[in-house]
């Protein structure tokens, strides 16, 4: 089975970084898009960013101009760098991939385990 594998959150201060990174592992013939997803206590999940396999990419207003998406093909790795981080970033970041299995003519939606960010002082 397909599954994907975060790692990188933590506790880090305002202004700080962190990078995170999502590998996709089995038996996999495509991907399509990549994104990452963030939930906070009580909210709703929403979308961070998307990178399409054509390299375009889509941010959300709160994190323009300071995170960024990019991947590794050959690793089958999205990463997530977190730059200036702010107490509002803090959220359980989920990665997720469209992509299709090999043998399996259908591309599907599949999400990481979730990584905890903790941005506070």
């Known amino acids: 089975q397909v599954q994907l594998v975060e790692s990188g959150g933590g506790l880090v201060q305002p202004g700080g970084s962190l990078r995170l990174s999502c590998a996709a592992s089995?038996?996999?013939?495509?991907?399509?898009?990549m994104g990452w997803y963030r939930q906070a206590p009580g909210k709703q999940r929403e979308l961070v960013t998307t990178?399409?396999?054509?390299?375009?990419?889509n941010y959300a207003d709160s994190v323009k101009g300071r995170f960024t998406i990019s991947r590794d093909n050959a690793k089958n790795t999205v990463y997530l760098q977190m730059n200036t981080l702010k107490p509002e970033d803090t959220a359980v970041y989920y990665c997720?991939?469209?992509?299709?299995?090999?043998?399996?003519?259908?591309?599907?939606?599949?999400w990481g385990q979730g990584t905890q960010v903790t941005v506070s002082s």
């Open positions: 990178l399409t396999s054509g390299g375009i990419t």
């Open positions: 997720k991939m469209n992509l299709r299995r090999q043998n399996w003519s259908l591309y599907y939606d599949y």
């Open positions: 089995g038996s996999i013939f495509s991907i399509n898009t």
